[in-house]
């Protein structure tokens, strides 16, 4: 997907369009993760389908739940949902700075020869 070391930096247009891609991506992991913290909480917490996007948005953002749990199967989802929420969020992240990264040490790579062709 990326340029070796010794290949030439590739052009913006390449690189908007990895950017376009990770953030698809990342969009798609997003929304899966969402997607099973609104089943999870609407189907173990018995919350209504707005409540659970609160409660997983607001998981999923790292801000912590609104509501209080009051069985033991919602409590058990919850404190898998958040700790896979952290993991989707590390994830994501990777997804998205991976091609920036990228661009950013194979440009420190290149020889000024390189640069002047």
Do not use: N
Not at 18 to 25: E, K
Not at 69 to 85: C, V
């Amino acid at each position: 997907m990326f340029e070796r070391k010794h290949e030439k930096l590739a052009p913006p247009s390449v690189f908007v369009r990895r950017m376009a891609a990770s953030v698809g991506i990342a969009g798609i992991l997003v929304s899966v993760t969402l997607f099973i913290g609104i089943t999870g909480y609407h189907w173990l917490a018995g919350f209504g389908w707005v409540d659970s996007l609160l409660e997983a948005s607001m998981i999923l953002g790292g801000m912590g739940p609104v509501k209080t749990l009051t069985t033991t199967g919602a409590k058990i989802f919850a404190s898998g949902y958040a700790l896979f929420s952290g993991l989707a969020f590390i994830a994501v992240m990777g997804i998205v700075l991976a091609p920036i990264t990228h661009r950013m040490l194979h440009k420190f790579h290149i020889d000024e020869e390189d640069i002047q062709k």
